[in-house]
């Protein structure tokens, strides 16, 4: 009898462990309004007039540009290009934490946009890239942390170093955007891209730490 008990409170003990997303599963509504909203935004010439981050806009006191300038997009080609980023990573991040996607998505837009002012000569600075890098950055640590032998935390692994790669190739003049030569006045810019990795390793960090 006692050996029955000890049998039942060992496998008890050692019932398998739910992945940190079981039971957590919602629907992503803010990544989909953030989709939505940059399609409009970019779409509407008059939207997007009064949202792209323009230093002397700016500095005029027109300060919400800093949040508003990554729902805004140079040409269609990149809005798409960031739409599936957006709507991939940030569905997958929401699906986790709904908290964890506003801080990574507010942060990262955020930070760009001022990074780009304070370092940079740019007039003009639109598009969501650094957030998306930041999506990708933080879901990457979260299931490395999590699952470090995962096959999805492998796959991450490559794509951070992918990501790391280009940064450094677009830092040195030497990356090819994937979409072909970029239409006239329109530019990288990596160290925004940088910011935005950097926005979603903190807190990948920060937010494992409470």
């Known amino acids: 009898m006692g050996a029955g008990t000890g049998a039942r409170s060992l496998a008890s003990e050692r019932a398998p462990e739910e992945h940190p997303r079981a039971g957590a599963a919602r629907l992503p509504w803010g ?16 939207l997007a007039r009064r949202l792209v981050l323009e230093r002397s806009a700016f500095l005029a006191g027109e300060v919400w540009r800093a949040l508003s300038a990554p729902l805004v997009h140079g040409y269609p080609a990149l809005l798409v290009v960031d739409l599936v980023g957006l709507a991939a990573i940030g569905a ?46 933080y879901s990457g640590l979260q299931e490395i942390a999590e699952r470090p032998r995962s096959l999805l935390a492998r796959v991450s692994r490559v794509a951070l170093g992918l990501l790391a790669a280009k940064i450094l190739l677009e830092s040195a003049g030497a990356w090819s955007p994937a979409l072909g030569t970029l239409p006239d006045g329109v530019e990288a810019v990596p160290l925004a891209h940088l910011t935005g990795g950097m926005a979603g390793a903190a807190l990948a960090v920060g937010l494992r730490r409470r």
Request: with cysteine; charged share 10%; hydrophobic share 55%.
């Open 31 to 46: 990544t989909s309004a953030l989709c939505a909203a940059c399609a409009a935004c970019t779409l509407h010439p008059g």
């Open 92 to 137: 997958w991040v929401e699906s986790g934490s709904r908290r964890a996607w506003l801080a990574v998505v507010g942060s990262a837009g955020l930070a760009s946009s001022l990074v780009v002012l304070a370092f940079t000569d740019l007039e003009r600075y639109v598009g969501s890239s650094a957030i998306v890098d930041a999506l990708l950055v």
